[in-house]
């Protein structure tokens, strides 16, 4: 409810991906497809709905550190509320975030290029990744924000997600960078959710990828999961 009031976050999370996949499509498209052989817009539409989707959620972290900070937390943790309910709301307004964006996004590479082999499902499954993507990564992002360094962690988050948006799978093939960083571009989490994106719009190969993306979403949740709960509980009660 108090995002549909800020403009900033319509900005960040529907207009600028948007604009961000008509600027790739516009001046790499044609170089990519002719390298690739294969049409661009299915990489580049999913490349940027993840990236919408991670930087949303450093966003949405850094929100929590100046809650922390005014004391916001401290008085919602007093009220007669469900304890869980500061991390769970936070997680729910991501994955509804994500969603939203990626409907529209898919909408423009629709213009563009974009289609869907596998019809309606097909549609319904790429939308749906980006949600699945982002709760793994919103996750590990909510355990660092909660922590009394999170500011300092999470720019350098920032930084690793700038380089991540240019070592994956969908802005070139795998095949395409050197043959000692195909391992690390092929493991790292943007690659697989990637190709399961790519998969359902084109016909390729979607179980592979797509336990690789579970296996990821999983992973940070067991990992980071209880350390967000506990940050956001000391936090809270200070």
């Given at each position: 409810m108090?995002?549909?009031?800020?403009p900033?976050?319509?900005?960040?999370?529907?207009?600028?991906?948007?604009?961000?996949?008509?600027?790739?499509?516009?001046?790499?498209?044609?170089?990519?497809?002719?390298?690739?052989g294969?049409?661009?817009?299915?990489?580049?539409?999913?490349?940027?709905?993840?990236?919408?989707a991670?930087f949303?959620?450093?966003?949405?972290?850094?929100?929590?550190?100046?809650?922390?900070?005014?004391?916001?937390?401290?008085?919602?943790?007093?009220l007669?509320?469900h304890?869980?309910?500061?991390?769970?709301?936070?997680?729910i307004?991501?994955v509804?975030?994500?969603?939203?964006?990626?409907?529209?996004?898919?909408?423009?590479?629709?213009a563009?290029?974009l289609?869907?082999?596998?019809?309606?499902?097909?549609f319904?499954?790429?939308?749906?990744?980006?949600?699945?993507?982002?709760?793994?990564?919103?996750?590990?992002?909510?355990?660092?924000?909660?922590?009394?360094?999170?500011?300092?962690?999470?720019?350098?988050?920032s930084i690793?997600?700038?380089?991540?948006?240019?070592?994956?799978?969908?802005?070139?093939?795998?095949?395409?960078?050197p043959g000692?960083?195909?391992?690390?571009?092929?493991?790292?989490?943007?690659?697989p959710?990637?190709?399961?994106?790519?998969?359902?719009?084109?016909?390729?190969?979607?179980?592979?990828?797509?336990?690789?993306?579970?296996?990821?979403?999983?992973?940070?949740?067991?990992?980071?999961?209880?350390?967000?709960?506990?940050?956001?509980?000391?936090?809270?009660a200070?």
């Amino acid at each position: 409810m108090r995002w549909s009031r800020e403009p900033l976050i319509l900005i960040q999370s529907i207009i600028f991906p948007a604009f961000l996949l008509l600027v790739f499509d516009l001046v790499l498209g044609r170089t990519l497809t002719a390298s690739a052989g294969q049409d661009s817009i299915y990489g580049q539409t999913a490349l940027v709905a993840l990236c919408g989707a991670m930087f949303g959620a450093l966003s949405t972290g850094l929100a929590l550190i100046e809650e922390r900070d005014s004391g916001i937390l401290s008085r919602f943790w007093a009220l007669p509320v469900h304890r869980a309910s500061g991390i769970g709301a936070r997680l729910i307004a991501e994955v509804c975030r994500v969603f939203a964006g990626t409907v529209v996004l898919t909408l423009v590479g629709m213009a563009l290029g974009l289609r869907f082999e596998h019809g309606a499902l097909g549609f319904v499954g790429f939308i749906l990744v980006p949600a699945l993507f982002t709760i793994g990564f919103a996750v590990l992002v909510l355990a660092i924000a909660a922590r009394g360094t999170g500011r300092a962690v999470l720019d350098s988050i920032s930084i690793v997600c700038l380089l991540l948006l240019f070592f994956n799978s969908g802005f070139a093939p795998t095949n395409h960078y050197p043959g000692w960083l195909q391992p690390v571009v092929s493991a790292q989490p943007m690659s697989p959710a990637i190709s399961t994106m790519r998969g359902l719009a084109d016909g390729g190969a979607i179980a592979a990828p797509m336990l690789q993306t579970l296996a990821w979403t999983f992973a940070l949740v067991g990992v980071f999961g209880w350390f967000a709960v506990r940050g956001y509980r000391r936090a809270a009660a200070e």
